[in-house]
Structures are given as C-alpha cells and as structure tokens.
C-alpha cells in the first residue's frame, strides 16, 4: 500500500523557514545597519502608529558659583507610519511536485524571500525619502557630490551606514579613481550587501531606488547613518497552504505585516543625493 511521506505534503512551517533563510540575502536596506529591525507592532493593516521621537536638552552652560543652572525639558515628538500588509500566492501542481528536476518548493521560497524583501526595501526608501536634507549633483555622481552629501550633516557626519546607489549610478561610481572594490579592502570586515567603498562610504547597490524619468533619467540615491530607519512587523512571513483536490493542486500564499518609519529628526539620519 503507498505510504504519503513528508517528500508529498507541503508544510507551511518548513517553507516559512526556508523563506526565513532566502530573506537576508535579498536585502539592500533592511538587511544593513541603517535599519533596526523590531517585532513588537501593534495595530493592524491600514492602522496608523506612532513613533516616538526624543528631543534634544540643549548644551551645557556656564554657571556662576552659587547661581542655579538652567533646567530644561525633554519632550518628545511622535512621527506617523501605516501599517501595510504585502502577500503573494502561487498554484503548484502535483505534476510539477513530483516530476521536476529542481525541488519546485525551494524556488518559490526563493521567490518569495526576494519579493518580501523587495516589498520592505520599498517602504523603506519611501520612508527615507521623507528627509528633506539633498544634494543634487550636475551630472553622474563623482567623489565631491559624496563630500557635500555628507557636509549636508555639518559636525553631525559620524556613524554613517553607507549610500545605496541605482545600479546605474553604481556603474557611474566604479569608474571613479577613487572606488574601492572588495578585493581592495580585503583588509577589513565588509558588511553583507556592500559592493565596495567611496571616501570610506559602503556602497549597496538598489534598483528600489526612486528613479524620475527625464532626458537624462535622475536617481534619488540615500546616503544614511546608522540606524536611520525603523522596520516594525506585526508578522514577518506568515505561510498558509490550500489543497484543491478536484485540480490535484496546492496554493500557497504568504504575506507580511510591517510599518516603516525614520527613528530621529534632529539631526535628520538621511541625505538624498539626487545624480543623473
């Protein structure tokens, strides 16, 4: 008598888990440390959340012996996220389970690591493009547009997590003399997702990145401290599975739930540097 083995079940667990694993290398921002990942949401899809932003006390001043010294309050702002549900779902037929020569499953975990990711990638550069510190460069990007870039923060330009660049831009940017491959910094620890360095800067390559058509195209690249972006899930990969016997097919769908924001405001953590 035939025997129904785990090699003929779809378990939605073992798939979220193999989606889990994809995820991190299909990355460009939620996968570096401009982003602090947090599981704690509350509020559903469509829910608007608040994000609490602390204020500054000001400097240190001067007190005469025997004076009081000036007190001050620390106050908080509160900036505004929605909270998105992003889910895809696919048909797989018995026939494609048992007579393909790759494991169908593991590709569509695949795919959906990449398309989650791409989702979250998304709502993060909108969630950076809401800085209003630019540059705008007069042409394709050179080593003094990144300069001024980073001058946008004054004495602030410490803790920089990197620029995310076009793969257009990326090209501009590894004809500069001054770009630094990998094989060139082979010396120190590159963060996963980084291509290479310019004045010290990681460099991570997203096509996410706003593209305005135009005669030339123009790129809204995101140069970004370290943690400048907050990614909230309510629910990070939810896998659920239908069987539809009169077809002899399985769908599979998976969706996540998350809120993007930027984390401060004072200095803003994010310089668009627009090029062509």
Known sequence: MPVTTTSNVIIPEVLAAMIAAEIPGQLALAGSDAVTVLDNLKGGPGNTIKIPRWGTIGDFTEVAEGSAMPVANIAATAATATV????????VTDEALLAS???PLKEVARQFARYAARAADRELIVAAETSSLQHTAAGTITLNDIVD??????????????LVVHSKVYRDLI???????LTQKADQVIEKGVVGQ???????VSDA?????GSPNTYRNLLLKKGALGLWYQRNMNVETERDTIKRTTVITADSIFATAMFQDSPLPVVKLVTQ
């Not at 992003?86 to 048909?91: C, D, I, K, L, S």
């Not at 870039?149 to 997590?161: L, Q, R, T």
């Not at 310019?198 to 991570?204: A, E, K, L, S």
């Open 209 to 213: 990145i706003t593209t305005v058509a």
């Open 198 to 204: 310019v004045y010290g800067v990681p460099i991570r």
């Open 84 to 91: 998105k549900k992003f889910a895809r779902g696919v048909e």
């Open 175 to 181: 004809k500069l003399p001054e770009f630094k491959t």
């Open 101 to 103: 020569y790759d494991d």
């Open 149 to 162: 870039a980073i001058g946008k923060w004054n004495d602030a330009s410490v803790n920089i997590s990197g």
